[in-house]
């Protein structure tokens, strides 16, 4: 199961996953993360902090949600990811390609023109 909290702050969309992002929660996962980014900001922070699994699945819908966002001016970048998935991140090369920040407010730096 994957529950989605999001707000909008300055203008940077902060979505928090909390759970498993996988093939099972993967689709929903990508149409509200695709939603908010249409709706409210192109300037996304994924917050991981409670995510504690994530597949390549839901390695897909994040990129799929960074072009997204870049293509449209913006960018997408992660933070406070929980150590399992920091280990998935860094292999698959997501961490140097999005950037893994230690808080929210940092990764809200980086995105914030």
């Known amino acids: 199961m994957l529950e989605i909290k999001s707000e909008c702050t300055d203008n940077v969309l ?24 249409d709706e409210l900001s192109r300037l996304v922070v994924l917050d991981l902090a409670d995510l504690n699994y994530i597949s390549s699945e839901g390695l897909r819908v994040i990129l799929t949600a960074a072009k997204k966002a870049k293509a449209e ?11 399992s998935v920091h280990e998935v991140l860094t292999i698959s ?6 950037g893994v920040y230690a808080s929210v407010d940092e990764a809200v730096g980086v995105v914030k023109p």
């Open 14 to 37: 902060i979505i928090a996953p909390a759970g498993r992002l996988d093939g099972i929660t993967s689709r929903d996962f990508s149409e509200k993360i695709i939603g908010l980014i």
């Open 73 to 83: 001016g913006g960018a997408l970048t992660l933070c406070s990811p929980q150590q």
């Open 93 to 98: 090369g997501f961490a140097p390609m999005l």
